[in-house]
């Protein structure tokens, strides 16, 4: 055998092994995409999950406490609240606003329920409830005093916005 030859079965060689070496990270690089897409499907779906859990563990509230009810039935009818009443109605509001922008930020981020329903698309669905909160006297009375300090500027310009718009409607 001649160098020329041995040369050639070694380009051959190499020109075999280039092939194998692409098939084998092409076949991880495939394997890593659907463990990613997977890995993010269960993060999305966890994500839901636990927006779910917040939302049931909010409005269960009202269910398992007559006196909350009965407070929150009032509130909505612009019936007088004492002390007690509005701080516990407030605080109804605050736990549900905080729900809000928990999601808000999910959506904001594209990691909450639909990645083609944005943040603001959220609000404008949630606005006659976030409405009808925030328009009570008590909730009103919290909301322009606290919660700048509770939430973050961006969800406050939100919630703004859509107190805003209700009194332009």
Same mark, same amino acid.
């Given at each position: 055998?001649?160098?020329?030859?041995? @040369?050639?079965?070694? +380009?051959?060689?190499? #020109?075999? *092994?280039?092939? =194998?070496? &692409?098939?084998?990270?092409?076949?991880?690089?495939?394997?890593?995409?659907?463990?990613?897409?997977?890995?993010?499907?269960?993060?999305?779906?966890?994500?839901?999950?636990?927006?779910? @859990?917040?939302?049931? +563990?909010?409005?269960? #509230?009202? *269910?398992?406490? =007559?006196? &909350?009810?009965?407070?929150?039935?009032?509130?909505?009818?612009?019936?007088?609240?004492?002390?007690?009443?509005?701080?516990?109605?407030?605080?109804?509001?605050?736990?549900?606003?905080?729900?809000?922008?928990?999601?808000?930020?999910?959506?904001?981020?594209?990691?909450?329920?639909?990645?083609?329903?944005?943040?603001?698309?959220?609000?404008?669905?949630?606005?006659?409830?976030?409405?009808?909160?925030?328009?009570?006297?008590?909730?009103?009375?919290?909301?322009?005093?606290?919660?700048?300090?509770?939430?973050?500027?961006?969800?406050?310009?939100?919630?703004?916005?859509?107190?805003?718009?209700?009194?332009?409607?």
């Amino acid at each position: 055998m001649n160098w020329d030859a041995i @040369s050639a079965i070694g +380009e051959i060689a190499g #020109a075999v *092994a280039v092939v =194998a070496t &692409l098939v084998y990270l092409s076949r991880q690089i495939r394997q890593n995409s659907s463990a990613l897409n997977r890995a993010n499907d269960y993060a999305q779906a966890n994500s839901v999950h636990n927006t779910n @859990s917040l939302f049931v +563990e909010v409005f269960s #509230a009202l *269910a398992k406490d =007559a006196e &909350l009810a009965s407070i929150y039935e009032k509130a909505l009818k612009h019936e007088k609240l004492d002390g007690v009443e509005s701080v516990r109605f407030s605080q109804f509001v605050n736990t549900y606003l905080a729900w809000l922008e928990d999601l808000y930020n999910q959506q904001d981020t594209q990691l909450g329920f639909d990645s083609v329903l944005g943040a603001e698309d959220l609000l404008s669905l949630s606005s006659p409830y976030i409405k009808r909160l925030l328009e009570t006297p008590a909730a009103e009375t919290w909301w322009h005093a606290e919660a700048r300090f509770l939430y973050s500027p961006d969800f406050v310009i939100a919630i703004n916005n859509v107190i805003e718009s209700s009194e332009s409607s």
